[in-house]
């Protein structure tokens, strides 16, 4: 079977928004006519996967409305518009957790889910950590703790971490640290 490119013929936009914007795209597919496929557009994010020198990782708890409960995450943030993932990952990590790192270098990147978002997270680990203050963004709400990565490996096994971004941050950690 020949995979071939949907032709978008017009585009709508019916949202925007501080951390999305939606729009409605018809395009032509082959042999098929014209289909509508709604698309969320997101800037980007990164997520952190921050190693102590005794092999903790750095987690944080926090509420999440969209799922209304509280969830455990890596430190995470999304990208300003043009801004380099890497630094992105740096400002982060200072923010919701007050370290710094030495070492940082990207573990992975993904697409959240490309069946209707453009949303692209990069995972980075982060080493040599120093201690300093949090600066926590305005409405922000978290709670920072350190858990042996061999833990939060069992976690993410037992279904204990339900954040994709969390998830494969820690398992490919496992593998690399």
Same mark, same amino acid.
């Given at each position: ?9 017009? *585009?709508?936009?019916?949202?925007? /928004?501080?951390?999305? *914007? ?11 006519? =014209? +289909?509508?496929?709604?698309? $969320?557009?997101? /800037? ?8 102590t020198d005794n092999n903790k990782i750095l987690l944080v708890k !926090? ?8 969830? $455990? ?20 990590? !200072?923010?919701? %957790?007050? =370290?710094?790192? !030495? ?9 959240? *889910? #490309?069946?209707?978002?453009? !949303? +692209? $997270?990069?995972? =980075? ?5 120093? +201690? ?19 833990? #939060? =490996? ?11 971004? %969390? *998830?494969?941050?820690?398992?490919? #950690?496992?593998?690399?640290?």
């Amino acid at each position: 079977m020949m995979i071939v490119e949907e032709k978008t013929i017009s *585009s709508d936009r019916v949202y925007t /928004g501080k951390v999305i *914007s939606l729009r409605v795209d018809t395009v032509e597919v082959l042999n098929q006519g =014209y +289909k509508k496929r709604e698309i $969320v557009e997101h /800037g980007g994010a990164v997520g952190i996967v921050a190693i102590t020198d005794n092999n903790k990782i750095l987690l944080v708890k !926090q509420f999440r409305k969209a799922i209304e409960k509280e969830i $455990v995450e890596i430190p995470a943030g999304k990208l300003e518009i043009g801004e380099n993932p890497k630094d992105c990952a740096i400002r982060e990590l !200072q923010e919701e %957790t007050g =370290y710094t790192a !030495q070492n940082i270098k990207l573990m992975h990147k993904f697409f959240t *889910s #490309a069946g209707f978002s453009n !949303q +692209k $997270v990069f995972i =980075y680990l982060a080493t040599g950590l120093t +201690k300093g203050e949090n600066n926590l963004d305005d409405g922000e709400n978290l709670d920072l703790y350190e858990l042996d990565l061999n833990d #939060a =490996y069992d976690m993410v096994v037992r279904n204990d971490i339900e954040d994709a971004k %969390t *998830s494969i941050g820690i398992l490919l #950690a496992k593998e690399l640290v």
